[in-house]
């Protein structure tokens, strides 16, 4: 299995405890760049790779390539973690390196472990109040949306259809014992407070 880890913002007082013992753990540790290596070595030695910043989409397909052999014979006998700064499913890496892996190296699962943000963590550390609706982009038009405190997902689900959404992901008590998630048509009348629903166009 390969786990992609979110590390947090940079400071290392801001890795969760879950983190920490994935680390410890994991049968290797992968990281992408300095900052993140720093971030665990306190925990173990981990694999530095080549992750090149530039618009080199060529160059940028062969290192996830390169990347996903030294990867995959560890991830498909043992646990395998990648170490990301921030968190694995907001804007990073390692959602291509799974598809690269899916690709080259089938039968290997990827998961994801959070950290904390660079968006929670702009809040907090430029004292910034978050208490409406806000867009978060990377300079390209989103066709997505994220709702929180979602109570009638069924019918925000059927209010967003009108206005082209089509995909839909609802995450009810996440982390509890008893999460539950739904997509699409088994979204339910009803959900508890503590529910995030995604949707797409």
Do not use: W
């Given at each position: ?39 665990v ?13 530039t ?77 409406a ?29 009108a ?39």
């Open positions: 299995m390969l786990v992609g880890l979110g590390l947090g913002p940079g400071n290392p007082e801001l890795l969760t405890l879950r983190a920490v013992r994935l680390l410890k753990e994991a049968d290797a540790v992968f990281v992408p760049g300095r900052i993140a290596f720093d971030l070595v306190p925990y173990r030695e981990p694999v530095l790779l080549e992750f090149p910043m618009d080199d989409e060529a160059r940028i397909q062969q290192c996830l390539e390169e990347n996903a052999k030294k990867i995959a014979p560890v991830a498909r006998n043992g646990l395998a973690v990648f170490g990301i700064l921030g968190d694995p499913n907001f804007f990073s890496t390692f959602s291509r390196l799974c598809a690269v892996i899916e690709t080259t190296h089938p039968g290997i699962a990827c998961h994801t472990e959070p950290g904390i943000s660079s968006i929670t963590a702009f809040a907090a550390a430029a004292h910034v109040p978050v208490n609706g806000f867009t978060v982009t990377d300079g390209t038009l989103s066709d997505a949306k994220i709702f929180l405190k979602v109570r009638r997902p069924k019918e925000r689900a059927d209010q967003l259809r206005e082209g959404y089509r995909e839909f992901v609802l995450v009810e008590r996440m982390f509890f014992p008893d999460m539950r998630v739904y997509r699409n048509q088994d979204l339910p009348e009803k959900s508890d407070y503590m529910s995030v629903m995604y949707a797409r166009k």
